[in-house]
């Protein structure tokens, strides 16, 4: 979810209304978004934009421009997407190029003079574009520059790494590709893009002067745009096609927007395209949909009727042209997210407005239940309640030292662990296979806290198992503790006789050595031929690597199994 | 706080306080002269005192803080032995007498004194000129006398006596005092120096109205009735000390729920009042639940490394069943057969089974989708999620999400807003709603449902929407199915007063005892 700043008077301006901060907050809706944060000495406006497909939204003159065409009722295509003939320029696409980087799109935009906020706004689209949309810049990366110093026709090519030096922005003297990659901080943030090539892609004009080396870092002499630039250069280059074109699409509607007269560019190709072998961008992608009103309708539950689809539809911005019982829809150019006829509906709900749909309270009559784990577990713990002990809830995520050291469990039969691979931090490594360590954590935090202290939890862990299909089980355990000067085997016994005798589980205690227990103080909790837990006295090395004083005992069973 | 009877509740310990403060020749007394008249261990005259003041009976009239030197047990040894500096002195003067020279091994070497003690004993003496170091580290008195030993002898003798205040001192001898005085990490110090508080008392005017009524018998009443008195029937010869109702009663540690727990118990009420069915799932999960099957595409940005925790072994599952995964795996390739046209990229069916631990708690809807659930029903579940995040005031690493589906052919937008309203009023005791759009991968429509709580005012209460066919087809659902879920831990933290929502999950065992809803 992205979230760019923009500013008051350059929305209103690109509005081509005035628009204060309360109407800001109720037009956002219109694009998913949601005001976060107001300067005003500034007039800056910090926006999150929920869409995650709509990447045209993330930025302010696509923000006015959905918001434009739902107060004014439509959109007006721009003109550029369908100009006709071949484009006045031309880049040329050199063969190879489909193994590393295959797809280039670009334009110029003419007559629009570069002003300190319409920069700000370019950087912060080129970057959003990107680097959320285009991965990282691994499948869209984008370049701006300054046209008048370009000789056209540009090649995009693909060079040896040493084989041509030009100067990158941010440095002063001039460096290869292999340079850059090794010590501009754009080289070695993106440098994995283009690892393990033998040859680099790089667009260059016909005077030689290199533009840029996608998509790592644009020339300084070419490719510094400047306030008041008025020609610019704009392109895009990555490795799907129509998500190449459709940033270049976004770009050329933004500064189209600010007033920019965009010209088209012809991309040709060695190699076939989706869009064929010569492409001329910024281009329209969009197919027309035929559309059913009726199931829009039901999707919405209302009875809108055709011409309140259509007037919501072309408000939103669709081109639309109706039939008796369906409509044919086409989305903008810069738009292309349109999967299902879901899609439109909900378009046709947010034009109208989501508080506009009365709610009907759902009819259908159908049985709540807990699940049988649900109920066990409940039993089990107003059980314990009622023996006295304090209920705990705690993370499942543990670290492998409470988990396995400090249970005196290392090396043995019990260490293995369902562990994360990608740690954040070692505190959080490790999912719980057993409930006792996170009981025992409590006490070794809580020796101030008046006693005794019997506690419990009845919760999910999980346990290794090569079987297991996910190579673990999810089970419920319980777990309970008693700590304070006279806590011993027999005591925990005694509960835990409670327990099985009103829950019904017949068991038996059979007399086995557990390296967290002291010997011949353990037990294994054995229920119908089947082990189901541990029960004994901690032993002085475990509580004494938690750092606890006190005596402590402690049982836990499994109950998952109980269930079958 | 007098009631007629109040002379019959006072415990014995109070009649005595009173009656040593009613007869005292002056009005206030202090507390060693209270407990030199009562004839009390100095305990409980402090315990009577204090349940005196809560009951008004007496007052404090004065407080005095007084700093008081004592000797320590080093103290007094040096007192009737010799301090450091008095053995030095006293050693050098005899080894010079035999024509000898010593140095400060030798007096180490002897086990008197503390090697650091000895050194501070030279430093000082050397300073004052009473002793010289000469060739091989041998040391000679100069023949001056030492003021510095002499004062600390007075001050030695005098303070055996007793301890007295600080400020009875000269400066120059506080100085040495503070000098010799206990501090942290060297308790091997001759004098102490400690801060007592001086508090005298007098009777209120109601304690003084009681005089006349106080029991001369006070120590001959039963505090507890026994087993014993109530078989021999002699509890009749006895009267009953009365209880001091109003005071603080002793503490328990007694069973309880989880407050959160609680919290979450009548969520889970709630639900299945309205009919939900409870569903659950596996903590570790496969991508394909976990996200395919919600058409995340595999290249989602919220997929990354950054965002959700991965197994580390094992890396995969054995399998994914069919035809859900060929099903899904079309889906997001072209659509499949769901009226969509799919993600258009080159599905990858190992990256399906990668394993991770379960980050949404729709990953359990989207497994119940698959079980050919029953049309109409209704699910949910409040099951532990985990986020790539880092642990702070507002972020959790592992997490509860309540979340579920309804399945019928009367599913729609509208409906979706009506089980949302009720969700508000039953949930958050909301009327007033607000519906947002709002963006989920798995939903369209998608909603987000903001609500005026009576107590937090507007907050968003959840999420929710449609699943979309490319989510319900590939599962074999063919009805609508409304997906919802619920934030209700800021609603659950207001509820128990916690400000951080590591507290939910707290092993702080005071903090557990003592957090209660409010709401």
């Known amino acids: ?564 | 706080m007098s009631s007629p009877n109040q002379t019959d509740s006072l415990h014995p310990l109070e009649i005595q306080v009173l009656q040593a403060l009613g007869t005292a020749s002056t009005e206030a007394l202090k507390e060693p002269e209270l407990v030199q008249a009562t004839a009390l261990a100095a305990s409980q005259v402090s315990m009577a005192v204090g349940w005196l003041l809560t009951k008004q009976l007496v007052h404090l009239v004065s407080e005095i803080t007084t700093t008081y030197v004592a000797l320590t047990d080093v103290g007094i040894q040096f007192q009737q032995a010799e301090s450091p500096l008095e053995w030095i002195l006293h050693m050098l003067q005899a080894s010079s007498q035999d024509g000898q020279s010593t140095t400060v091994k030798d007096l180490q070497a002897t086990g008197r004194f503390q090697p650091t003690e000895l050194s501070r004993a030279f430093g000082l003496l050397k300073k004052e000129g009473v002793l010289s170091l000469g060739a091989g580290g041998s040391l000679h008195a100069t023949g001056q006398k030492s003021a510095m030993a002499e004062t600390l002898r007075q001050l030695l003798n005098e303070i055996h006596e007793g301890s007295r205040p600080l400020h009875s001192f000269s400066a120059d001898q506080q100085v040495l005092l503070r000098q010799y005085a206990v501090k942290r990490g060297n308790t091997q110090e001759p004098f102490r120096i400690d801060d007592h508080t001086e508090r005298a008392f007098a009777l209120t005017p109601e304690g003084r109205n009681l005089l006349p009524n106080l029991r001369e018998d006070a120590g001959q009443e039963i505090s507890q009735l026994t087993p014993e008195l109530l078989k021999d029937g002699s509890w009749r010869n006895h009267s009953f000390r009365k209880y001091s109702i109003h005071l603080r009663p002793p503490r328990l540690a007694v069973g309880r729920r989880h407050a959160y727990r609680d919290f979450l118990d009548t969520v889970k009420t709630k639900l299945t009042s309205m009919g939900f069915q409870e569903m659950r799932g596996e903590l570790v999960e496969t991508e394909f639940w976990d996200m395919d099957a919600l058409f995340m595409p595999q290249f989602h940005p919220a997929r990354a490394i950054h965002d959700v925790y991965f197994v580390k072994e094992p890396k995969h599952a054995k399998r994914i069943p069919e035809p859900f995964l060929s099903q899904v795996a079309e889906t997001h390739k072209n659509g499949g057969g769901t009226g969509s046209k799919g993600w258009q990229y080159a599905y990858d069916p190992e990256r399906a089974k990668r394993l991770v631990l379960r980050s949404q708690g729709t990953a359990v809807s989207a497994r119940t989708l698959a079980t050919n659930p029953p049309i109409p029903s209704k699910f949910f579940s409040i099951a532990r999620c985990f986020r790539y995040d880092n642990v702070d005031a507002t972020h959790a690493t592992d997490f509860f999400q309540v979340e579920g589906i309804v399945l019928g052919s009367d599913i729609n937008f509208r409906t979706l807003l009506g089980l949302l309203k009720l969700f508000a009023t039953e949930m958050a005791q909301a009327k007033e709603i607000r519906f947002l759009p709002a963006y989920f991968p798995f939903t369209e429509p998608s909603v987000e449902m903001h609500v005026r709580h009576p107590k937090l005012g507007w907050m968003e209460l959840g999420g929710a929407g449609l699943f979309r066919s490319e989510v319900t087809v590939p599962l074999g659902v063919t009805v609508p199915v409304i997906a919802w879920g619920l934030g209700l831990d800021r609603m659950a933290m207001v509820a128990l007063g916690i400000q951080d929502i590591r507290d939910l999950f707290t092993s702080d065992l005071e903090a557990v005892r003592n957090m209660r809803r409010q709401l």
């Open chain 1, 1 to 564: 979810m992205p979230t760019i700043s923009i500013f008051q008077q350059d929305f209103a301006q690109l509005l081509g209304q005035p628009a204060s901060i309360p109407d800001i907050e109720q037009w956002l809706p219109w694009v998913k978004g949601e005001l976060k944060d107001v300067n005003s000495d500034t007039g800056e406006v910090r926006v999150e934009l929920q869409d995650t497909n709509r990447p045209d939204l993330w930025c302010v003159e696509g923000i006015a421009r959905q918001i434009r065409a739902v107060l004014t009722g439509s959109l007006t295509p721009h003109s550029f997407f369908s100009t006709r003939g071949r484009a006045k320029r031309r880049i040329q696409v050199i063969p190879g190029m489909e193994h590393v980087r295959p797809y280039v799109a670009a334009c110029t935009s003419v007559g629009y003079p570069m002003t300190v906020e319409g920069l700000a706004q370019c950087i912060q689209t080129q970057e959003k574009l990107a680097e959320a949309f285009g991965r990282q810049r691994e499948t869209v990366s984008i370049g701006l520059y300054r046209l008048s110093s370009i000789a056209f026709p540009v090649t995009y090519g693909l060079v040896k790494p040493d084989e041509v030096r030009f100067t990158p922005l941010g440095f002063e003297e001039k460096m290869t590709p292999q340079e850059i990659l090794t010590v501009h901080p754009k080289g070695l943030e993106y440098g994995n893009i283009v690892a393990g090539y033998e040859r680099l892609p790089l667009l260059w004009d016909t005077d030689g002067q290199v533009l840029s080396f996608p998509p790592i870092i644009n020339s300084r002499e070419l490719g510094e745009v400047q306030i008041g630039d008025t020609d610019l250069l704009v392109e895009v280059t990555g490795t799907d096609l129509s998500m190449v074109i459709l940033a270049l699409n976004i770009f050329a509607s933004n500064l189209a927007d600010r007033g920019a007269t965009i010209e088209p560019i012809d991309i040709v190709y060695p190699y076939e395209t989706a869009m064929g072998k010569t492409v001329k961008t910024p281009l329209d992608m969009g197919n027309t949909q035929r559309v059913l009103f009726h199931a829009i309708e039901q999707a919405l539950g209302m009875a809108l009727g055709a011409e309140a689809i259509q007037t919501a539809l072309t408000s939103y911005g669709y081109q639309v042209k109706a039939t008796r019982q369906s409509v044919d829809v086409k989305l903008p150019a810069f738009r292309n997210d349109l999967m299902h006829v879901m899609d439109v509906a909900e378009d046709v709900a947010i034009t109208r407005g989501y508080d506009s749909f009365s709610p009907i309270m759902p009819q259908t009559f159908t049985v709540g239940a807990l699940s049988q784990q649900e109920q066990t577990s409940d039993q089990l713990r107003d059980l314990l309640v009622g023996f006295g002990f304090q209920e705990m809830f705690s993370n499942i995520l543990a670290s492998r030292h409470e988990l396995v050291e400090r249970m005196r469990l290392a090396g043995t039969e019990y260490e293995s662990l369902v562990e994360v691979d990608n740690v954040m931090s070692q505190t959080y490594a490790c999912l719980r296979p057993s409930i006792l360590p996170c009981l025992l954590r409590v006490e070794a935090l809580s020796p101030r806290v008046f006693y005794p202290h019997l506690l419990f939890e009845v919760g999910e862990v999980a346990r290794v198992d090569k079987e297991a299909n996910v190579g673990s089980r999810t089970v419920l355990a319980l777990s309970a503790i008693s700590a304070h000067p006279g806590a011993n085997f027999s005591e925990m016994h005694s509960y835990l006789d409670l327990l099985m005798y009103y829950m019904v589980w017949p068991y038996d205690l059979e007399p086995v050595s557990h390296p967290s227990f002291l010997d011949g103080r353990v037990g294994r909790i054995c229920c119908q031929g089947q082990v189901i837990g541990y029960i004994g006295e901690f032993h002085p090395e475990v509580l004494e690597s938690w750092q606890i004083d006190m005596p402590t005992s402690g049982f836990e069973i499994e109950v998952t199994t109980r269930n079958t």
